[in-house]
């Protein structure tokens, strides 16, 4: 029942994502349309990464770096963050800019 119901909402999330994708480019608004880009392959990324990262942190013998596990997985899970950052920088600097004119 939860996870039918978290499914349902990250199912919405994307669709508005997809809204808000189109509404950018409708009215030629780019820093949206890369912003909404951006937070779509994440959310994509999310679905699919449990699948794939898993079986890697597993079967990893020595972690890249001279890094520990922990140090590693704390790595990846960075990355995800970091673009979720670019992509609300790209969107409110697209917003500002926009303001202006």
Do not use: C, H, W
């Not at 939860?2 to 480019?25: A, E, P």
């Not at 679905?47 to 013998?61: D, G, L």
């Not at 922990?70 to 670019?86: D, H």
């Amino acid at each position: 029942m939860i996870k039918t119901l978290y499914l349902l909402m990250d199912l919405t999330f994307v669709g508005l994502l997809i809204f808000g994708l189109l509404q950018s480019k409708r009215y030629s608004f780019f820093a949206g349309v890369y912003s909404f880009l951006i937070l779509i392959f994440l959310k994509l990324y999310s679905f699919v990464a449990p699948y794939s990262i898993k079986p890697i942190i597993e079967n990893i013998s020595e972690p890249p770096f001279g890094s520990s596990t922990s140090e590693f997985v704390a790595f990846l899970n960075l990355i995800p963050k970091t673009l979720n950052l670019i992509a609300f920088s790209i969107l409110i600097i697209g917003l500002f800019q926009r303001l202006k004119k």
